[in-house]
């Protein structure tokens, strides 16, 4: 009678454990910027048979990066992957590191935040592979290895740095609500409202998706009623002015002027009429 211990058992099915390993060959290797503006860059990588490796950088107050792990073929349960930074054939007696694990969600794509996507970054520019493993979920005798290959990688990377040193310092919501304020009696913005308004536009000029703007224009209490309902439209219009200047389709922008009325602080002194002079900003995007 033959008997099989368990112990056996484990050690038949290790030994027919296959490894699936994804990359691009050292000729294949393509890095390339694939969007590439103010408001964002993104480096991607092409793994055949796998998907597609991407590091992503978006305007922003702070500096930011992000990995995303596009798979044509999305987990089918919660699971965790090792990243490891692996050194090329090329590189022998040099131990691989580890950079981070990735959480695995059902039906999601594989991301990794800010330390561990510049991490992957710059082991990638010293010519090390970033390379992902795990269980596989469709096949329980099969793991799975993704890696990133750094051939061809240094100039693109380059590419990708400028990119995103070039990303504007603040996002759409930093803009989107906007209250400029003005010297007293006149359509002149005061300086800090000059420099507001230019963000605007440096913004506009590289978002296309802007649906529509609102101009809500006002004064003071000094002037006479009549006079200043036509200030608040003066100051509006030079604000709608300015923008279709920089490309804005005229029909997004709709403008109204209030005059001195809906005032926000009492009429009584310098300070608060001055918070009274101004025209509101607000944007929408589709």
């Known amino acids: 009678m033959l ?27 393509n890095w390339q910027v694939d969007t590439e503006s103010r408001l964002q860059c993104t480096l991607n990588h092409e793994l055949p048979g796998y998907g597609d490796a991407m590091f992503t950088s978006v305007a922003s107050k702070q500096l930011n990066m992000e990995f995303e792990l596009d798979m044509h073929l999305l987990p089918n349960r919660f699971d ?5 930074s692996v050194p090329p054939k090329w590189m022998p007696g040099v131990a691989p590191k580890t950079i981070a694990d990735m959480t695995m969600r059902k039906q999601y794509n594989g991301d990794l935040p ?18 992902i493993y795990y269980q596989d979920w469709y096949n329980k005798y099969d793991k799975v290895s993704v890696a990133l290959n750094a051939s061809n990688f240094a100039g693109v990377y380059r590419q990708f740095v400028e990119c995103v040193s070039n990303l504007l310092p603040y996002t759409f919501d930093d803009i989107a ?3 400029l304020s003005y010297q007293n009696a006149s359509t002149e913005l005061t300086k800090y409202s000059q420099k507001r308004l230019a963000m605007i536009g440096e913004y506009l000029k590289e978002d296309g998706e802007l649906e529509l703007v609102l101009l809500d224009g006002y004064t003071d209490s000094y002037g006479g009623r009549w006079n200043n309902e036509q200030l608040s439209i003066r100051r509006a219009n030079e604000v709608k002015s300015y923008l279709t200047a920089i490309g804005v389709p005229n029909d997004r922008i709709k403008l109204t002027g209030h005059g001195e009325k809906r005032f926000i602080a009492p009429n009584d002194t310098r300070e608060s009429r001055a918070q009274n002079r101004r025209v509101v900003v607000r944007l929408s995007k589709s």
Do not use: C, H
Not at 80 to 84: D, M
């Open 3 to 29: 008997v099989v211990t368990a112990s056996v058992v484990m050690s038949s099915t290790a030994a027919y454990a296959a490894m699936r390993q994804y990359s691009a060959t050292v000729e294949t290797s």
């Open 80 to 84: 965790v992957a090792a990243v490891y």
């Open 114 to 131: 800010q330390d561990a996507a510049w991490t992957m970054l710059s082991e990638l520019e010293k010519g090390f592979w970033p390379t």
């Open 177 to 179: 609500y906007t209250v």
